[in-house]
Nanobody, 119 residues
Framework: QVQLVESGGGLVQPGGSLSLSCAAS????????MGWYRQAPGRQRDLVATITTSDLTNYADSVKGRFTISRDNAKNTVNLQMNSLKPEDTAVYYC?????????????WGQGTQVTVSS
């Protein structure tokens, strides 16, 4: 079993920055991919960024150049540095751990943390 605990959300003005952190506990495999997803009201949960244990990253087009994902494999943590925030970045952000792929994929989720970008 895996537990994910996020921290760092809050209210920020447009153009500002926030940093999110996620700590994973339990049985973590080197093959696990970690990342962040977000869900705005009335919308589906979308990928923000993912990172493998080899530091291979993947970003949604909407956040490229503004967000940076990083991972500490020794501490089982993943961070998301968000810069130049826009109102459309407002959402609940969920930490994710993906195990396996295709039909063998299983996702673990954190409880979510609210990010609000507003003046």
């Amino acid at each position: 079993q895996v537990q994910l605990v996020e921290s760092g959300g809050g209210l920020v003005q447009p153009g500002g920055s926030l940093s999110l952190s996620c700590a994973a506990s339990g049985r973590i495999f080197r093959s696990d991919t970690m990342g962040w997803y977000r869900q705005a009201p009335g919308r589906q949960r979308d990928l923000v960024a993912t990172i493998t244990t080899s530091d291979l990253t993947n970003y949604a087009d909407s956040v490229k150049g503004r967000f940076t994902i990083s991972r500490d494999n020794a501490k089982n943590t993943v961070n998301l540095q968000m810069n130049s925030l826009k109102p459309e970045d407002t959402a609940v952000y969920y930490c994710n751990l993906q195990r396996g792929a295709g039909p063998w994929r299983y996702d673990y989720w954190g409880q979510g943390t609210q990010v609000t970008v507003s003046s």
